[in-house]
């Protein structure tokens, strides 16, 4: 299996609700970030967490990271009908290249 | 400063032909990424280049995909002989020199759909 994989794959909530996505990875990373993409377009940056943070804030998005336990969550809070997107989580372990997971499909519902 | 630019934007082409997306780095970036996102999945790294330099290629497959990044304008994603399989949309990234990989700025990609 792949690296960064998220978790729930869909997810479906009313608008207000708080919508929580998990990631999870399997090797030492350097960061971790969060991307959302909307239906057929690119990626659009949301958050990085380095591997010596534990939580960062940025507006109705929190995530955690665990290396323990090497997983990571993305919470937004008082979710909006706009909110509904795919999002990825995204790591960079040894290399160059970023390894994104399946994603979990957010549908918001009004 | 104008982001990461790719186009075509779509492009179609029938089974056999030739598919070529470009990809122009934001200014100032010397380093391009290429990843492949089939539907419903997330994105795969496929290869990494400098200027005229290919740095990592693990992802991109052996036969009828070649990537280049010349000294003077875009970095090209060549597909010879394009099957059906090769639908997907491409996505371009580019970072600074200083090459850290997080520091990733993405395209808005290509969907190319094979006919």
């Known amino acids: 299996s792949q690296q960064g994989e998220e978790d729930p794959q869909a997810l479906s909530i009313q608008e207000g609700e708080n919508a929580t996505m998990n990631c999870s990875y399997k090797?030492?990373?350097?960061?971790l970030q969060w991307y959302r993409q909307n239906s057929g377009r690119g990626l659009v940056h949301l958050i990085l967490i380095r591997s010596n943070e534990r939580e960062k804030h940025s507006g109705r998005l929190r995530v955690t990271l665990d290396t323990s336990k090497k997983s990571s969550s993305l919470l937004i809070t008082a979710s909006r009908a706009a909110d509904t997107a795919s999002y990825f989580c995204a790591t960079d372990e040894a290399g160059n290249m970023l390894t994104f997971g399946g994603g979990t499909r957010l549908m918001v519902k009004p | 400063n104008a982001g990461v630019m790719q186009n075509p934007r779509h492009l179609v082409r029938r089974r056999g032909q030739e598919a070529r997306l470009r990809c122009s780095p934001m200014k100032g970036h010397s380093h391009v990424y290429w990843y492949r996102q089939l539907p419903e999945e997330g994105l795969k790294f496929m290869v990494y280049?400098?200027?005229?330099?290919?740095?990592?290629e693990s992802g991109m497959p052996k036969e009828r995909f070649s990537a280049e990044f010349p000294k003077e304008g875009p970095s090209i994603l060549r597909i010879q002989q394009v099957v059906r399989g090769d639908s997907a949309a491409y996505f371009c990234a580019s970072s600074p020199p200083t090459g850290a990989s997080y520091e990733q700025y993405f395209g808005p990609g290509t969907r190319l759909t094979v006919t």
């Open positions: 280049l400098q200027k005229e330099n290919i740095i990592d």
């Open positions: 090797t030492s990373i350097n960061n």
